[in-house]
């Protein structure tokens, strides 16, 4: 399923007639103008899953975050937006081939990590509750309560419920189980795998994050089957060979100056991995 068709930046000629309209010069920096016309980027075209590879600094989240903005998707954590960013988009453009379904988003590696975070912040939060329901417990059953009004309804059933159970069921009755912690890696595919529905347009960022090999094959099946069977459509940034591998993927190759569209055998990091299990070969 492709949603977004086409997306337009702006040329280095409007950006250029932007800034020297800035009459300011208390501003370090003009992010995102500079950013993305730099590397000669000036549209791309989408495919059911489209791949921006490159290293740090060559723009793939700046693309990713300008066409989440453009857009309008769902996000859950901040990012990078300095003052510029909206006269950026309003020079942006883009072609739609279908309309984009509610519930698309962008998912970075901050909203994983937050994610993570207030499990265990969730977590810790139960576990402090839970002594203090230790202490409460005791303070409550050996009371000496005597119920002098209606306004004493709700103390005298606090009473009776902890001189007819045990510590250790009254607690339960009056707390919510601790949220069940998996592994990092486990947290983050179950991340991916909630927030990714049917139908829906899905900018990922450097997905493969906390994500072991073996996770990362779980993932890449995964976006593979969304894709080809249940109308989503994906555009991801990402240096994991596993997911350049993906099937039908049309890869721009951020490095390039202009940007360039490769197959992923042709990527420098992914020969990087080539040439070292190919070195290594005979000890397999």
């Known amino acids: 399923m492709i949603y977004l068709s ?47 590879y490159g290293g740090n600094g060559s723009g793939k989240t700046t693309v990713l975050n300008v066409i989440a903005e453009k857009l309008g998707l769902e996000r859950d954590t901040l990012y990078n ?33 937050d994610f993570m975070l207030n499990l265990r912040s969730l977590n810790d939060g139960i576990s402090r509750r839970r002594e203090d329901l230790f202490e409460d417990y005791l303070e409550t059953k050996y009371s000496k309560f005597q119920m002098k009004s209606l306004d004493d309804y709700e103390k005298l059933k606090k009473v009776h419920s902890a001189r007819t159970r045990t510590q250790s069921r009254y607690v339960r009755e009056n707390l919510m189980d601790n949220v069940r912690e998996h592994s990092n890696g486990e947290s983050a595919y179950l991340y991916f795998t909630e927030k990714i529905k049917e139908n829906g347009l899905y900018l990922l960022d450097e997905p493969e994050n906390s994500l072991s090999p073996a996770r990362q094959l779980e993932l890449l099946n995964f976006l593979e089957q969304s894709a080809r069977f249940f109308g989503c459509q994906f555009i991801i940034a990402t240096h994991s060979p596993f997911l350049l591998a993906m099937k039908g993927a049309k890869i721009y190759d951020m490095d390039e100056e202009p940007v360039d569209v490769k197959r992923w055998t042709q990527l420098p990091n992914v020969r990087a991995y080539y040439d070292f299990f190919k070195q290594h070969e005979r000890e397999f």
């Open 81 to 113: 937006r300095s003052n510029f960013f909206e006269d950026y988009t309003g020079m942006c453009d883009f072609e739609l081939e279908n309309r984009i379904p509610r519930g698309s988003r962008i998912i970075t590696s901050d909203d994983v990590f």
């Open 6 to 52: 086409h997306f337009d930046f702006p040329h280095i000629e409007q950006e250029y007639t932007f800034l020297m309209g800035i009459k300011r010069t208390c501003y370090d920096t003009f992010y995102p103008f500079q950013t993305i016309s730099k590397r000669g980027l000036r549209c791309m075209d989408f495919e059911p899953v489209t791949i921006l």
